[in-house]
């Protein structure tokens, strides 16, 4: 059984502060994926990555950055939190080959004040 | 910027009737619908899928049209149930590696009893 998980539900940050959120997934996936969720909005894709150190930008990646130093991780960073970083975070993992299914976390609630 | 529409953003069906949510994409090269179906609190997680060389395909209570002339596609909840009340994603992608979906708006469901 896939496995996908965040490492908070729920966080409140101040303005400017530097905020890690951390996903791990437990079945050796090639491809991770960062969205966020905003009612109205759907899932917007911010980052992806490939590969271990390999990444992508997805369609809203400004004021976002990410790391993948080990294939189970993947860490979205935002370098100076503002409000309009206010959202629900979701992060999905994914293999290769003829299976597409993405296997959501939990989602972390970020509320930046 | 490619995009996925889908309607209605909200919908309230008795228990029962059939809930029918559509999506409509741009990108003919689109290969891969799949919907999925997020409960409070919860991450999405993939209900069904369809690949444009079928018009319909069905799981039990739940089936996917699919009209490529018109690129649409639309999800039918047959009988549906109070358990049914969630958001409802519809997606597209191009089948590679990566697997990156685009996703419609959402659609929030709520079956009555």
């Known amino acids: 059984d896939v496995k996908v998980t965040q490492s908070s539900r729920y966080l409140v940050k101040r303005t400017g502060e530097k905020v890690f959120l951390e996903c791990v997934q437990d079945m050796d996936h090639e491809n991770m994926f960062w969205y966020r969720q905003d009612p109205g909005l759907g899932l917007r894709l911010i980052y992806f990555?490939?590969?271990?150190?390999?990444?992508e930008k997805g369609d809203i990646p400004e004021g976002y950055s990410v790391s993948r130093e080990k294939k189970e991780r993947f860490s979205l960073i935002l370098e100076s939190a503002s409000t309009n970083q206010t959202s629900m975070y979701l992060c999905a993992s994914r293999g290769t080959g003829p299976v597409y299914e993405q296997y959501f976390g939990p989602g972390t609630r970020l509320t930046v004040t | 910027q490619q995009q996925v529409k889908q309607s209605p953003q909200s919908l309230i069906v008795q228990k029962g009737g059939i809930s029918i949510i559509n999506c409509a994409y741009e990108n003919t090269a689109f290969d891969y619908f799949p919907w999925y179906q997020q409960f409070p609190g919860k991450g999405p997680a993939l209900l069904i899928a369809?690949?444009?060389?079928?018009s319909e395909k069905k799981e039990g209570r739940f089936t996917i049209s699919f009209n490529k002339s018109a690129k649409q596609f639309s999800l039918h909840i047959m009988d549906s149930q109070p358990g049914d009340s969630a958001t409802y994603f519809c997606?597209?992608?191009?089948?590679?590696?990566?697997?990156?979906?685009?996703f419609g708006q959402g659609t929030t469901l709520q079956v009555k009893p």
């Open positions: 369809i690949r444009p060389d079928v």
């Open positions: 990555s490939y590969d271990v150190k390999m990444k």
């Open positions: 997606a597209a992608s191009r089948t590679s590696n990566t697997g990156k979906l685009i």
